[in-house]
């Protein structure tokens, strides 16, 4: 079986800062995602990507940017972070994106101070 | 505008009960439908999914969903819950073809001994 691995755990950063976020998996899965969980707001997709090298936005990509150089990386960048944001950020990856059966990583956790 | 809505944020029960988890959907045509589990602290796990054919799905540990077209809905059920079942359900969506799923809010899941 594969995993996916996100890193760090945790982050701390502060207002304005730039923080970036990283996702490994070793599925050798074409799709991968990033999707940003609040409490009682369910899963909200930032960004996507079917293949190496490209992008898709998903509905709350404003503020993010990502990038996919490798097969099986995929980071997520928060550009400028706003002050007392708190939120997980759950990286996940798929065969494609019709197969419906993603495979999440353990998560990011966010504050900013 | 295609969504996936839970109506019950929480729901409790007794080991041994059994437990039903709501989900409905608005989607045009083909649908991809599927539940997974988010245990405390992790990333969220496939449990089941339904694209056509049976209407009742089998997943794992004993969790079970039944497609409904006339009443849009996709609920999960599980006869005899154990206290490991503790954990928050997110029911999700998609069309073939599509750009990834969409989750709903989530149900969190609270066994009692």
């Known amino acids: 079986g594969g995993i996916i691995t996100q890193t760090p755990k945790f982050l701390i950063g502060q207002e304005g800062q730039k923080l970036t976020l990283k996702c490994q998996q070793n599925f050798n899965h074409d799709t991968m995602y990033w999707y940003r969980q609040d409490s009682g707001k369910g899963l909200r997709l930032i960004y996507y990507s079917i293949t190496e090298n490209d992008l898709q936005k998903g509905d709350l990509s404003e503020g993010y940017d990502a990038s996919r150089e490798k097969k099986s990386s995929f980071s997520l960048t928060v550009t400028s972070a706003q002050k007392n944001e708190m939120a997980v950020f759950l990286c996940?990856?798929?065969?494609?994106?019709?197969?419906?059966?993603?495979?999440f990583g353990a998560g990011t956790r966010l504050s900013v101070l | 505008t295609q969504t996936v809505s839970q109506s019950d944020a929480h729901v409790t029960v007794f080991e041994g009960d059994s437990v039903e988890l709501r989900c409905n959907y608005s989607?045009?045509?083909?649908?991809?439908l599927s539940w997974y589990i988010q245990h405390h602290g992790r990333g969220l796990q496939f449990l089941l999914k339904?694209?056509?054919?049976?209407?009742v799905v089998q997943g794992v540990n004993g969790f079970e969903a039944e497609f409904s077209k006339s009443d849009s809905s996709f609920h999960l059920r599980k006869a005899s819950v154990h206290w490991s079942d503790s954990a928050v359900y997110f029911c999700?969506?998609?069309?073939?073809?599509?750009?990834?799923?969409?989750f709903g809010t989530g149900t969190t899941v609270s066994v009692s001994p």
């Open positions: 999700a969506a998609s069309s073939p073809g599509g750009r990834a799923l969409i």
């Open positions: 989607y045009g045509g083909s649908i991809y």
């Open positions: 339904y694209y056509s054919g049976n209407p």
């Open positions: 996940a990856s798929s065969h494609d994106t019709s197969q419906n059966t993603l495979y």
